[in-house]
Nanobody, 125 residues
Framework: QVQLAESGGGLVQAGGSLRLSCAAS????????MGWFRQAPGKEREFVAA????????DYADSVKGRFTISINNAKNTVYLQMNSLKPEDTAIYYC??????????????????WGQGTQVTVSS
């Protein structure tokens, strides 16, 4: 079992940056593939970024490639999402997720067994 808690969301102007954190309690990250998803009002939850158990391989949605970076600090049991060049269309609740079953990177939400509560990101134009 692992519990996930996101932080770092907020209000930022277009072109700005935010770094989201997802702290895990319970078993260590090295046993989990991790991912970030987001859900905008009236839309389905969508994949943003993922990293595999080894932390060597990542995957990104086309809409965030070159702007967002996922990383892990295993010593702190924390996964990060660095978001640069933010756009108003990045506005959403951002969720981190963990999977102990698959090595990853995992882009499909149903393959994750653990989810955080989410953190709001709002990008103003």
């Amino acid at each position: 079992q692992v519990q996930l808690a996101e932080s770092g969301g907020g209000l930022v102007q277009a072109g700005g940056s935010l770094r989201l954190s997802c702290a895990a309690s319970g078993r260590t990250f090295s046993r989990y593939a991790m991912g970030w998803f987001r859900q905008a009002p009236g839309k389905e939850r969508e994949f943003v970024a993922a990293i595999d158990r080894s932390a060597r391989n990542t995957d990104y949605a086309d809409s965030v490639k070159g702007r967002f970076t996922i990383s892990i600090n295993n010593a702190k049991n924390t996964v990060y999402l660095q978001m640069n060049s933010l756009k108003p269309e990045d506005t959403a609740i951002y969720y981190c997720a963990a999977s102990s079953r698959y090595s990853g990177p995992i882009i499909t939400s149903i393959l994750y067994g653990y989810w955080g509560q989410g953190t709001q990101v709002t990008v103003s134009s």
